[in-house]
Nanobody
Framework: QVQLVESGGGLVQAGGSLRLSCAVS????????VGWYRQAPGKQRELVAV???????NYAGSVKGRFTISRDNAKNTVYLQMNSLKPEDTAVYYC??????????????WGRGTQVTVSS
């Protein structure tokens, strides 16, 4: 029902910064939350940051103080500003949206992911 377009991934040296974007579109009645997750090779997907419908952010302990999630409601876009990047941040980053669709059903959809690689 929705399309998530992610951008901003790339290669960066340790200590550098990247800004990820997730543009959301489709048949959405109400967005409940938008989050960023990541999955490193050989590991399970984990929560990085989530912003709720009220605008409240939540972060994984490993990124708190370094990453910032924000949104631009006019552009239907959620951002993840990543600073002080570490090699252990290397992963595929996925955008996720939890929402109520036009058919009134509660859904959760994923973007295709964007690669973030941090070199030492």
């Amino acid at each position: 029902q929705v399309q998530l377009v992610e951008s901003g991934g790339g290669l960066v040296q340790a200590g550098g910064s990247l800004r990820l974007s997730c543009a959301v579109s489709g048949n959405i009645f109400r967005i409940n939350a938008v989050g960023w997750y990541r999955q490193a090779p050989g590991k399970q997907r984990e929560l990085v940051a989530v912003i709720t419908s009220s605008g409240s952010p939540n972060y994984a302990g490993s990124v708190k103080g370094r990453f910032t999630i924000s949104r631009d409601n006019a552009k239907n876009t959620v951002y993840l500003q990543m600073n002080s990047l570490k090699p252990e941040d290397t992963a595929v980053y996925y955008c996720n949206v939890k929402y109520r669709g036009s058919n009134w059903a509660e859904r959760s959809d994923w973007g295709r992911g964007t690669q973030v690689t941090v070199s030492s």
